[in-house]
């Protein structure tokens, strides 16, 4: 995606309208960040940003292709994210 493309989704110049973007998008990202904490991430900043940007580039390809096949290949890299960011669970006794 060109930067003139990225500048029409961030409101085009509008400053309120980039506010409100720039605004959601880091909810999305703290939240991300926040469920790995919550789930036990070693590093839950990393883990959160990296499925962020997974999910962000999926979108992006999927709209750019007009094709779902992205999302199944970012699901993939998030689980092996998501495995090697989270602890291994307790052996069952």
């Known amino acids: 995606m060109s930067v ?3 500048g029409g989704q961030l409101g085009g110049g509008q400053p309120a309208v980039e506010h409100i973007v720039h605004l959601h ?3 999305y990202v703290d939240g991300l960040v926040h469920l790995a904490r ?3 991430a070693g590093d839950p900043e990393m883990l959160g940003n990296q499925l962020a ?3 962000e580039g999926a979108s992006a390809l999927s709209t ?4 779902p096949a992205p999302w ?3 699901r ?3 689980e092996a994210l998501i495995s090697m960011w989270l ?3 307790e052996p069952r006794r």
Request: with cysteine; net charge negative; proline share 8%.
């Open 87 to 89: 602890p291994l669970p």
């Open 25 to 27: 998008e880091r909810d």
């Open 53 to 55: 940007l997974l999910c």
């Open 76 to 78: 993939a890299a998030a």
């Open 38 to 40: 919550q789930a036990g």
């Open 4 to 6: 003139s493309q990225r």
């Open 64 to 67: 750019s292709l007009n094709d």
């Open 72 to 74: 199944a290949g970012a």
